[in-house]
């Protein structure tokens, strides 16, 4: 797989500089997005107003409780600049390509496969430098140069903001709804408002807002300790009238374990992130029936 090349600029109702010969490649993979979006069930693209409110970790830990349902599950990092997902996932090397030319996702588990940039690179601290054309073409490779299969739901986590990758998923997944994930501080606040603006304007489903990083019980003596404010996710939820489907606990072992390669979810975390988890994971299920 290699990045696609920048559009041609259309200008009279005639493509700048295209070539018949691109035009067609640009037809084929068109036709290719179509037949592997077909396969796929449920799209859902995780999103964020602003950085560091864990919206990978909570892609993952999804990805990971709904593979345990026995679902045939596909997680897609469009984070190109700051890929993460195969390092929380404990995925290394490039993918593997067949001799057709399509990329296999890594496997995590027998139902869960995994396509990251950080993949696709043979330096792992190499910088993706690209403007917006690019990403868009690689995020297309992503899914008609990809061998996904048939999935019950492809988890697409986007970097935060409301830039050039959402936009992409957004033109070229039709049918994906948002999971918005905000932590309970005013900032945050401030800025998922926007992201849910964003799904508005381009008309994509909300399935549902997260609460992340929220109250946990203090391991020495139990009471609980609030790292931000409680409460904010639900109260925006309800102002902006989408769905809220639960908060999830401040637990330092989801860091230890992203930070080791195995997402925490049924594993090292404690039981209430895990149940937090599968509320939230329930309540997808909900909303999609």
């Known amino acids: 797989m290699t990045p696609s090349k920048p559009p041609k600029v259309e200008t009279g109702g005639k493509a700048c500089g295209a070539t018949g010969a691109s035009r067609m490649t ?85 139902n869960l496969g995994v396509v990251s940039m950080q993949s696709l690179m043979s330096e792992p601290d190499q910088a993706v430098i690209w403007r917006g054309p690019a990403k868009t073409g690689v995020i297309r490779q992503f899914i008609a140069d990809v061998r996904w299969g048939e999935l019950d739901f492809l988890i697409i986590d986007a970097p935060p903001g409301t830039g050039d990758e959402p936009l992409s998923v957004a033109q070229t997944v039709p049918d994906a709804k948002a999971l918005i994930v905000t932590t309970p501080q005013d900032v945050a606040l401030s800025d998922v408002r926007k992201s849910i603006g964003f799904c508005r304007i381009v008309h994509m489903d909300m399935i549902g807002l997260i609460e992340n990083m929220g109250p946990f019980d203090c391991p020495c003596c139990g009471k609980s300790i609030e790292i931000f404010k409680q409460g904010g996710g639900e109260k925006t939820a309800r102002q902006m009238g989408i ?47």
């Open 26 to 110: 640009s037809k084929l993979q068109d036709t290719l997005i179509e037949n592997s979006l077909g396969k796929i069930r449920h799209k859902l693209i995780i999103m964020s107003g602003k950085g560091g409110v864990g919206k990978s970790s909570i892609s993952a830990n999804i990805a990971v409780a709904l593979a345990q349902r026995h679902l045939r599950v596909g997680l897609m990092d469009v984070d190109l600049h700051g890929p993460s997902l195969a390092r929380m996932m404990g995925l290394e090397g490039l993918l593997e390509i067949t001799n057709d030319r399509f990329a296999i996702p890594m496997p995590y588990n027998e």
């Open 243 to 289: 769905p809220f489907l639960g908060t999830i606990p401040f637990d330092p072992r989801v860091v230890n374990a992203s930070d080791s390669g195995s997402p925490a979810f049924g594993e090292s975390a404690s039981a209430s992130f895990t149940e937090a988890i599968t509320r939230c994971v329930d309540g997808i299920m909900d909303q999609l029936s």
